[in-house]
């Protein structure tokens, strides 16, 4: 059993660590050509499927896609990988997200579980928005095309293959991977289900050419929607040990071989150094060879901890839900 620290006997830091915004800008040229093709096929499409990480449900998302993707087609909000999240505090945020963006249909979903309830909800909910909307140019067409939409990482591919999957019982037809970027073009129709026939097209992610906040970057980072080397994985390593401490998880106290929480990054990482071993060996200038920690290394054990849940469920925009009296029954 975990030990259980109080967190005002600890002088943390209250200013989030420093880091450029330069650091935080990724938008290749597949992001920009994904964009336009993704326009140009709005056309074709009777709905929108926008996925985000329900680890960051108020922030992150991408504006472009409510100004020039989302207006006109029906819409849902697909908050995946919620097996990361606080699951008591789903309906809090589906009812903000409803009161403050206008979203009317918002599913959680883990697409990595064929048995999720978010899931199998989702065909009968497309189908009746796409029944009930005007499809224009497609309103003689029998079978219905869907297009995925969201920033990196947040599960487009693996929910499309998921829908595949349960639907016709047919192997995966996409790649997916833990890393942004996977996905770099707009890519042909991929049926996923017969009766009715519907369509669906992966698209690559797409991240705002600009950061306009910084913590809202470094959330994105830490749920692996920026590429780690990009920013620095120690960097990343460092606000998620600024947001555990901040918000009293310290279950990273036994993971990284502490004793009790501590505010320095360098002294986490040289510790679990230590607990999994991670060393180098550098070669110094009079060509001597010693052995240092690979702090690198240690925050890549850090940061993926984070992301499979072992540090524990987290929902990092818990600052942005507006019931403070739910916000502290969580962090008490």
Not at 58 to 86: C, E, Q
């Amino acid at each position: 059993m975990a030990t259980k620290f109080d967190a005002a006997a600890y002088n943390f830091r209250q200013k989030m660590p420093y880091i450029s915004k330069d650091l935080l800008r990724w938008f290749p040229g597949h992001m920009n050509k994904g964009l336009k093709q993704m326009q140009r096929k709005l056309n074709s499409v009777d709905c929108v499927i926008e996925v985000h990480d329900a680890r960051i449900p108020f922030s992150g998302r991408n504006p472009i896609f409510t100004n020039t993707l989302t207006g006109a087609k029906p819409h849902i909000l697909v908050l995946n990988k919620k097996d990361l999240t606080i699951n008591s505090l789903i309906p809090r945020i589906t009812d903000q997200l409803k009161a403050e963006q206008n979203i009317q249909n918002i599913v959680f979903t883990n697409s990595k579980d064929q048995y999720c309830r978010g899931l199998k909800s989702l065909r009968p909910l497309m189908v009746d928005l796409i029944k009930d909307s005007n499809r224009y140019n497609r309103s003689e067409e029998s079978d219905y095309n869907v297009m995925i939409i969201g920033v990196p990482n947040v599960g487009k591919s693996s929910l499309i293959n998921m829908l595949r999957s349960r639907n016709l019982r047919i192997k995966h037809a996409l790649p997916v991977g833990a890393v942004a970027g996977v996905t770099r073009s707009l890519m042909t129709k991929i049926r996923i289900n017969n009766d009715p026939t519907i369509f669906m097209f992966d698209t690559p992610g797409i991240l705002e050419p600009s950061v306009t906040n910084v913590e809202m970057g470094l959330k994105l980072a830490l749920c692996a929607s920026l590429q780690d080397h990009l920013v620095g994985e120690e960097a990343i390593a460092d606000y998620l040990l600024f947001w555990l401490n901040k918000h009293g998880k310290f279950k990273y106290v036994d993971y990284m071989g502490l004793e009790e929480p501590c505010d320095d990054i360098n002294k986490v990482l040289i510790a679990g150094a230590v607990k999994f071993n991670r060393i180098r060996k550098t070669r110094d200038y009079d060509n001597s060879v010693r052995v240092v920690p690979d702090l690198i290394e240690v925050a890549r054990t850090m940061i993926k901890a984070f992301r499979t849940g072992e540090l524990g469920r987290t929902l990092l925009d818990i600052d942005l839900l507006n019931d403070r009296s739910v916000r502290e029954k969580v962090l008490a």
